[in-house]
């Protein structure tokens, strides 16, 4: 999936999806686009990728969370965690 992106020097373009953590972390990047619009780095909430967050355990514990908080969305974080 190729995700729309504006550099730090303002041109735009199309990047793939796998490549877009690492732009993020060399800094290379001010917004993409999401379904819902344009993010910007370093002021709208973004995901962290990292082998923590891919780990079984962490999958295992969204899902109990997900079993035990059904109606939580992720634009609705819960309270309890």
């Known amino acids: 999936m190729l995700i729309n992106v504006m550099y730090t020097d303002h041109r735009f373009d199309m990047i793939k999806a796998d490549r877009l953590e690492g732009f993020i972390r ?3 990047i001010l ?3 999401r379904s819902t619009g344009w993010v910007t ?3 709208d909430p973004i995901r962290e990728s990292s082998p923590a967050n ?8 969204r899902q109990i969370v997900q079993t035990v908080y059904p109606a ?3 634009a609705q974080p819960s309270q309890h965690l």
């Open 26 to 28: 060399r800094g290379e």
């Open 31 to 33: 917004k993409f686009k």
């Open 41 to 43: 780095i370093g002021i």
């Open 54 to 61: 891919r780990s079984p355990v962490r999958k295992e514990r």
């Open 72 to 74: 939580q969305t992720a």
